[in-house]
């Protein structure tokens, strides 16, 4: 994976597949070069047996290969940057992944395109609430499906290309300012 | 600087488009491949290329989804079109650029691209 964002948009995949109704996305930046991405569902969660091997190449829920590679490698990712990744899991409650990545390392690869991963997680489920909070020295953003489809209706879905372009181009700009 | 409030707009723009909206009978369906293997091998910027195309020609009868792993993780991305009354159709190793040739040939002639086919890769 060339950007932390699509290792996030991955993690943030099998939480949709595990059923959540509820995810949140945190970004937090100390300004020393420590990044801590949360993401949390209220997905069904694995059982202590599952949770155990989550992070084991070999584990999968997948049917179409024996191998399951999300977490395994994010995980490389953040300890390839003197980071870690930690997962939390209780059966039917949900699952927390917390991962830590220095960016100021070398084999950190960038954020990348944030905004595309959190546009394309927004209209993955019409049953998903997405909170998306991304924080730095310089200030906080926030954006949440909540508060789109209040302003949509019910007749409006999240989905529709034109509403997942403008929310792509609303994050992009707003991360801009998290920045400069 | 982008506001909420054009979120409203696009709403009244989009409720005035559903009244004339053909019938679901011919509806397309564009669904990529959304798991480890089709993110990594760049699905992503396949995914937003096609909202791109379908919202810049305004195709209401194509509708963009995603998946999971579709299974051939080798020719990922990939792409999979379903039509009405046609046989599936899978694209793969798709780029962005792919995109726009697609959408024009296949989706609005009903031409299949056969050079992007799975058919032409394997």
């Known amino acids: 994976m060339k950007e932390l964002s699509l290792h996030i948009l991955d993690i943030a995949q099998n939480s949709i597949e595990a059923g959540a109704t509820r995810l949140e996305l945190t970004l937090s930046e100390d300004g020393k070069g420590a990044l801590t991405v949360v993401i949390r569902d209220n997905g069904h969660g694995m059982s202590p047996e599952l949770l155990k091997t989550a992070t084991d190449p070999f584990t999968t829920t997948r049917t179409t290969r024996t191998v399951g590679l999300g977490l395994p490698l994010f995980q490389l990712c953040a300890q390839q940057t003197g980071g870690g990744l930690r997962v939390e899991s209780s059966l039917n409650e949900g699952t927390t992944v917390t991962a830590v990545a220095h960016r100021g390392h070398i084999d950190c690869p960038p954020l990348g395109d944030i905004a595309g991963t959190v546009s394309i997680l927004t209209r993955s489920s019409p049953n998903l609430t997405l909170f998306f909070r991304h924080t730095t020295p310089l200030g906080t953003f926030s954006f949440s499906t909540e508060e789109a489809r209040e302003i949509l209706g019910s007749d409006i879905a999240l989905s529709e290309p034109a509403v997942t372009l403008w929310i792509q181009a609303y994050i992009k700009e707003n991360e801009t300012l998290l920045y400069d | ?122």
């Open chain 2, 1 to 122: 600087m982008k506001t909420l409030e054009e979120l409203q707009a696009i709403r009244e723009t989009m409720q005035k488009q559903l009244n004339v909206r053909e019938s679901d009978g011919n509806n397309i369906r564009v669904v990529v491949g959304m798991a480890t293997c089709g993110i990594a091998a760049g699905a992503r910027p396949v995914l937003t290329a096609f909202l791109d195309e379908v919202n810049q020609h305004n195709l209401d009868h194509i509708t963009v989804t995603q998946t999971g792993c579709i299974g051939v993780c080798r020719l990922e991305p990939i792409v999979e079109i379903f039509a009405p009354g046609e046989e599936k159709v899978t694209y793969v190793n798709m780029k962005p650029e792919m995109v726009p040739v697609i959408v024009n040939e296949h989706l609005v002639n009903h031409k299949i691209v056969t050079e992007y086919t799975i058919g032409a890769a394997e």
